[in-house]
């Protein structure tokens, strides 16, 4: 509604995990450059997390944007709350591997199959499971199985778990002490910083189409758009899409606190004071 009114070709602000919107900042550069060696070092298990909203699903997105045109095949779960036989259906069917019966041995004697021809074709392979603090402890320990898919010097299967912090939590379950002890990167993803934040707002109105050298966001609605996100860019991008909105509906140029706070409060149901 109000792009055209800012000179922009497409909303900057959606919530979807669009990874042409990415801004690495100094953590996310950090965490792309660990899933990136990790993946192409064949390590077998890498974790990431961080809080709701911290840009983890859109950084996965990124990694397999990156590899689409590599010699890399990749699968991404995004409901892992599944039983443990239809999270290895899920994992084949994403992988597109055809299988005799929909059985557990089947899923697992498919994928082996599968790996081992990727391999030799000289391909790497990807799992990816976001939202992974959702997985029970059974179904943690078929992923860990699925580790055991290996020639003598390399990991057929690379696993990329992604979760809340609730993740490290479940992974420190004595149940799961050998899938601990296999994963071999761990990171975890912060909130942007108020530098960060302007320069996230930035990129992505950028990317967006605005024209170079204007920003609608004066510095004091940026002020207040960290203090009330604490930096987590999920909250920033509702922040800023009311806000812009707000900006259009009374025909301002410009977007400043107290317009911001009003939209906000607004979206958030909190009575405007008259």
Known sequence: MYEDYFGLKEAPF????????????????????????GIESRKGFIQITGEIGAGKTTLCRAVMDRFKDAQTHSALILNPSLSELALLQTIADDFGIFLKARNKKECFDGLNRFLLEEFHRGFNTVLIIDEAQNLAPRALEQIRLLSNLETNREKLLQIVLV???????????????QLRQRIAIRFHLTALDRKETEEYILHRLSVAGLAEGLNPFLPSAIDLIYNRSNGVPRVINKFCDVSLLAAYAKNVQ????KLAEEAFNESEGVPIPV
């Not at 979760?163 to 149940?175: A, I, K, N």
């Open 14 to 37: 959606n919530v979807t995990p669009d990874p042409r919107f990415i801004f690495f900042s100094r953590q996310h550069l950090d965490a792309f450059s660990c899933l990136l060696y």
């Open 163 to 177: 979760g809340q912090p609730e993740l490290r939590e479940t992974l420190d379950h004595p149940s799961l002490a």
């Open 254 to 257: 410009h977007i400043d606190e």
